[in-house]
């Protein structure tokens, strides 16, 4: 390992989408609807999510904070645009009602059914309250915490979220695990906070040394394996 289970820690924190959740899988179905709306199933829908998600990351760290819906809706009505496409209220509504309904990764319930024998579990996520409710539910295990950008004022990467994260937990940097699939917006945090994480790729992405110590998964089942040692 990279890095030590020394401190034990006290809580497992996550990142929700991409992590827990089928994020790509789910925002390319809302893609496609709103791209047949139009009549341009022709283009793909990995094109459009990539322009897409530039849109969102960069609307999420210009103030005034807003909300995620609200981001979600800015961006894509952007993404839309640089793609020559028309833009509607509908199209926002489409994805927006599309994220509350995705679901959890096969692994996901078992592996965190395992960490609740040990450990308490949190999300840390770039979302609104109302949205990342239908995905915990979807998960179905008991998450003793969930942090939201909405309750912070900010989005990740900012520190401000994760030190809002452990205000709310009542715990120190040296006190949690935290997992997650973003380099950009998670485990660069870490290494600036001093936290100790799981880079969980699964994309396939290049790793970055520069943001080392992290451990890397391609998934959440061999996360139990560094944090329920025998």
């Known amino acids: 390992m990279m890095w030590s289970l020394n401190p034990m820690p006290k809580f497992i ?60 809706g800015e961006g894509l009505k952007e993404a839309m645009g640089k ?23 096969p692994e996901v319930p078992d592996v965190l059914r395992r960490l609740r024998e040990r450990y308490k579990l949190a999300i840390i996520s770039n979302t609104d309250d109302d949205l990342i409710a239908g995905n915990v539910r979807n998960i179905g295990v008991p998450i003793d915490h ?24 009542g715990v120190t940097v040296e006190e949690v695990v935290h997992v997650a699939a973003s380099m950009r917006l998670d485990i660069q945090a870490c290494k600036e906070l001093g936290i100790r994480c799981i880079w969980i790729n699964r994309r396939g992405e290049a790793g970055r040394p520069d943001y080392k110590p992290y451990e890397e998964l391609n998934d ?10 025998a």
Request: hydrophobic letters at 40%; proline letters at 8%; glycine letters at 6%.
């Open 220 to 229: 959440l089942s061999g996360v139990p394996d560094y944090l329920l040692p």
């Open 83 to 105: 793609l020559g496409l028309p833009f509607a209220a509908e199209d926002a509504s489409i994805l927006i009602e599309s994220i509350s309904r995705m679901g959890p990764f």
């Open 146 to 169: 969930v942090i939201t950008a909405q309750q912070a004022g900010a989005y990740k990467p900012s520190r401000k979220i994760f030190e809002h994260a452990h205000r709310v937990l």
């Open 13 to 72: 924190t996550f990142d929700c989408y991409g992590t827990l959740i089928q994020w790509d899988q789910g925002l390319q179905k809302a893609v496609k609807e709103i791209l047949a709306r139009y009549g341009r199933s022709d283009l793909p829908a990995k094109q459009f999510i990539e322009v897409y998600d530039d849109a969102e990351h960069r609307i999420e760290q210009e103030p005034p904070h807003r909300p995620f819906k609200v981001v979600a």
